[in-house]
C-alpha cells in the first residue's frame, strides 16, 4: 500500500513538474499581429506571443523564412485565419499537429459572422482583371477574412483562443478566466468610445485603400464608396480608376486612405488636380506593441485615423 502511495505520488509529481515546464517553455505563434493583439490580452502573464508576419510587410505577399519553418516546428499553439487570407501558411501548417493549431474560422461565432465577397468586388473589373486581382481565387475567396478588425468578432476569437489555452494548460484556469473577463469589460468599453467618436462622421464619404476595413466599417456605420485595389499586390485596371475618380469629383468624397504597407501611386494618380484630403489606415498596427491592452489600442489608432480625416477641413 505503501508502495502504490509513492508510485502514485511520484506520477502526480511528474505531471505537475511537466505542465509547469509547460507554461515556462511553451509559447504562441500567430500569423499576423492584430490576431497576436487578441491573443496576448488571454494570455497575459501565462506565455508570450510570436508573430509571423513582421512589421512593414504585408499577409498578402508575404513568404516564409526558414527562421518562420523553425518557429513553427517549436511552436505549442499556432492561431492563423487560414488559407483564403494566408497562403504563405497553407504547406507549413499542414506539417503541424492539429491539436497544436487554432483557426479563427472554425472558432464557433466566427464563421457566421464572415461577409460573403458579392459581385459588387468585380463590377468595375472586366473577368480577366478580376480573376488576376483575386489571385485566381473566384471559386474559393468565398468572404472577406480582414476579420480582425470587427469587435463583435474579437470578441468569439478571444473566447476561443481561451477555450484552446484552457485545453493545453487547465492548471492556468484562473488566470485565463481573469484576462477572458477583463478583454471582454475593456473592449466593451472601447466599443462604446468609438460610437461616440465616430457618429458625427457616419455620413462622411470616402475611399479606401483595399477591402480590409469592411468589418469595422459595418460595425460603426461608416460611408465608404469603396477601395482602389482588391489585391494590394496587382495595380487596377484602367477602367476601375476612372470610375473612383469620377466618383470622387460627383459624389463629394471628403478623404482617400493609403496604407503604410503599400506605396500610394494608385491614389496619388486617381486624386493629381482634385481637392481632397488624404489619411493613413493601419489595418495591421504594425506600430503598436504586444500587451494586454494592444487590441484595444488598435481599435482606437483606426477610430482616430478615420476621424482625422474624415474631420479635416479641404
Not at 513568404?63 to 513553427?72: A, F, G, N, P, T
Not at 464563421?111 to 468585380?122: R, T, V
Not at 468624397?253 to 493613413?280: H, L, M, W, Y
Request: proline share 4%.
Amino acid at each position: 500500500m505503501y508502495h502504490k502511495k509513492k508510485i502514485i505520488n511520484l506520477l502526480m509529481t511528474l505531471i505537475l513538474s511537466n505542465l509547469f515546464a509547460f507554461c515556462i517553455n511553451a509559447n504562441i505563434v500567430v500569423s499576423i499581429k492584430p490576431i497576436g493583439f487578441i491573443a496576448s490580452a488571454i494570455s497575459d502573464g501565462i506565455m508570450p506571443i510570436d508573430v509571423m508576419v513582421p512589421d512593414g510587410a504585408s499577409e498578402h505577399n508575404y513568404i516564409l523564412r526558414l527562421s518562420d519553418e523553425k518557429k513553427l516546428k517549436k511552436t505549442d499553439l499556432l492561431i492563423w485565419s487560414g488559407s483564403e487570407i494566408e497562403p504563405f501558411m497553407a504547406k507549413s501548417v499542414l506539417n503541424i499537429p492539429a491539436y497544436k493549431t487554432l483557426i479563427l474560422t472554425e472558432i464557433e461565432g466566427v464563421k457566421k459572422s464572415l461577409i460573403k465577397i458579392n459581385g459588387d468586388y468585380c463590377k468595375s473589373y472586366s473577368k480577366n482583371e478580376c480573376k488576376k486581382n483575386l489571385n485566381i481565387h473566384l471559386n474559393t475567396k468565398k468572404y472577406n477574412m480582414h476579420i480582425w478588425t470587427s469587435p463583435d468578432i474579437a470578441k468569439n476569437i478571444a473566447v476561443g483562443i481561451h477555450k484552446k489555452l484552457l485545453e493545453l494548460m487547465p492548471q492556468q484556469k484562473e488566470k485565463l478566466n481573469k484576462n477572458l473577463k477583463e478583454f471582454q469589460q475593456l473592449l466593451k468599453n472601447v466599443d462604446k468610445k468609438i460610437m461616440i467618436q465616430l457618429a458625427p462622421v457616419k455620413y462622411k464619404r470616402y475611399f479606401v485603400f483595399h477591402d480590409a476595413y469592411l468589418y469595422f466599417e459595418k460595425h460603426y456605420g461608416l460611408s465608404s464608396m469603396g477601395y482602389f485595389v482588391i489585391n494590394p499586390e496587382i495595380q487596377p485596371g484602367v477602367k476601375h480608376l476612372y470610375k473612383i475618380r469620377k466618383q470622387i469629383k460627383e459624389s463629394n468624397v471628403v478623404c482617400v486612405f493609403s496604407e503604410p504597407q503599400f506605396k500610394p501611386a494608385v491614389i496619388d494618380t486617381i486624386t493629381r488636380g482634385i481637392k481632397i484630403n488624404k489619411g493613413v489606415l493601419d489595418p495591421l498596427g504594425s506600430n503598436i506593441k504586444l500587451s494586454k491592452d494592444s487590441y484595444l489600442k488598435f481599435l482606437l489608432q483606426l477610430s482616430n485615423q478615420y476621424q482625422a480625416c474624415l474631420t479635416q477641413k479641404i
